[in-house]
């Protein structure tokens, strides 16, 4: 990839994950990287080509580091995953970001094209995990759930100092990670 593709793609991350899709023109991107309009056109079609070449470039990078994730801890998948996406989510704001705002904002192509391209094999290595450690549950069903349910803690993290009443807001990876692996593991039942 050429260098100037990556910056555009650099700089369309970064403001597509501050402002959101439709808050973004052509024209922004341009200026941020100091390069004419006919410049980004020659890089991507449009701004539908553009956002999809920006979270594939974001996407693709961080699977690959789950790769190196899994690999790492070949006897327990589910919690590096949940180790790593917990990690993503709350220490790249970029690809949280991005995730969260397609996620709510996206067009539904837009979405389907990235679950069937970028996030299928991620998805489908949670699925194997969950395979290998339960093969009594629906385990596609169990991954979805493990992925909401990693994607929903750290979202309502802004608001538990206000639930809670404790005024401790400095949740670690470390602490997210452990809570989120109480709730989906069995309790063992002492004799």
């Known amino acids: 990839m050429s260098d100037m593709r990556s910056q555009l793609l ?3 991350a970064r403001l597509f994950a501050e402002r959101g899709y439709k808050a973004v023109s052509m024209r922004d991107i341009a200026k941020l990287v100091g390069v004419t ?3 980004l056109y020659y890089h991507f079609r449009d701004k539908a080509d553009l956002i999809e070449a920006t979270l594939a470039s974001v996407f693709e990078a961080r699977a690959q580091e789950l790769d190196a994730w899994l690999a790492r801890h070949p006897s327990n998948q589910i919690e590096a995953f949940v180790r790593w996406f917990v990690q993503m989510l709350m220490t790249d704001r970029i690809f949280a970001r991005l995730l969260y705002r397609e996620l709510l904002d996206g067009d539904e192509a837009r979405i ?3 679950s069937r391209t970028v996030l299928q094999k991620p998805f489908h290595s949670i699925v194997a995990a969950v395979r290998k450690g339960r093969l009594d549950v629906p385990a596609r069903e169990v991954a979805l759930s493990l992925v909401g349910f990693a994607l929903g803690q750290v979202l309502v993290l802004p608001l538990a100092p206000g639930l809670t009443g ?12 452990a809570r989120f692996l109480a709730l989906i593991q069995p309790a063992t039942v002492e004799a």
């Open 37 to 39: 309009q006919a410049n």
């Open 166 to 177: 404790e005024s401790e807001t400095a949740d670690t990876v470390d602490r997210v990670v």
């Open 112 to 114: 389907a094209a990235l």
């Open 10 to 12: 650099d700089t369309a």
